[in-house]
């Protein structure tokens, strides 16, 4: 059944030239789910000369924060996304960071739309790049409503693609090897969020990374909190201990998806 949605995923329409070339600025809850989610768009777009911008609306600071004071956690993660960033070609004045508490951004969605709603107005961006609608974390949730909120009252047409991050945390994309009852969870609980076939019919965007796939790995690789064990505990988590490392697997495809919903200029 995977083999089968892969192959659906090469079908989907592909960004076109003019696309890759837009302004973007893309929203990202924590430091890692930029370059999880687009992080092979990010590169291709920069190739294409295109202006980019990643906001950080977290600080990050809940990550690792039993092994590590959460000061230095935030300036550890801070680090690594300003040298992820550069690794998918942006300088770091293009990088910034909005530093809710990690966890909590759903608390302040009034102040995050209202700073949101005022970096789109300065910057004009003709696409924003946001988590996907039905990502179970609250962070990402609340990011895309947050953008959502903050473009009600944007007078410029802008182009929102929603990437996906958790959502490939569902059967069929990974599965679960814990024990038995667990598995049956697990499948259970894919089949409610209705995040397999059903899932995939509304993503509607592809970009090819096949040829940058090892440019995005090295970005990806500057999360050194979430790729290596930083403490020697096997109780610090990375994000390749997610679904046994078939997750991580799931952002090196052929392609990043898309679903691309266009607000149009109010007059
Ligand atoms: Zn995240």
């Known amino acids: ?13 592909s960004l076109s030239a003019t696309d890759l070339s837009a302004s973007a600025i893309v929203f990202s809850p924590h430091q890692d789910d930029e370059t999880l989610g687009c992080g092979g768009t990010i590169i291709r777009k920069r190739e294409a000369g295109a ?15 039993r092994f590590i004071p959460e000061k230095k956690l935030i300036a550890l993660r801070r ?20 530093d809710f508490r990690d966890g909590e951004l759903a608390d302040r969605q009034t ?3 209202e700073r949101v709603r005022q ?3 300065d910057h004009q961006p003709q696409q ?25 009252s944007h007078p410029q047409e802008v182009a929102i693609y929603e990437y996906p991050v958790w959502y490939w945390h ?57 790729m290596e064990r930083l403490v020697d505990s096997p ?7 997610v679904a046994d490392g078939e997750w991580l697997e799931c952002f090196f495809q052929s392609q990043e998806i898309f679903r691309r919903t266009i607000i149009a200029t109010r007059k």
């Open 128 to 152: 924003v790049f946001i988590p996907y609608v039905r990502e179970a974390h609250p962070d990402h949730l609340a990011t895309n409503e947050i953008v959502f909120g903050a473009l009600a």
């Open 79 to 98: 680090q690594e996304a300003v040298k992820a960033a550069e690794c998918l070609g942006l300088r770091p004045e293009n990088v910034w960071f909005l």
């Open 170 to 226: 569902h059967f069929p994309w990974t599965a679960n090897w814990g024990d038995r009852a667990s598995q049956i969870a697990y499948l259970k609980a894919s089949i409610k969020a209705k995040l397999g076939w059903q899932a995939v019919q509304e993503f509607d965007y592809r970009v090819d990374i096949e040829s940058i796939r090892s440019q995005k790995q090295l970005a990806l690789s500057q999360h050194h909190t979430q």
């Open 235 to 241: 109780d610090w988590g990375l994000l390749k201990d």
């Open 111 to 113: 102040i995050a739309i």
């Open 51 to 65: 202006e980019v911008r990643i906001v950080f609306m977290t600080d990050g600071s809940r990550s690792h924060d």
């Open 119 to 121: 970096l789109l107005l």
């Open 1 to 13: 059944m995977r083999a089968r949605l892969r192959k659906r995923l090469n079908k989907i329409k």
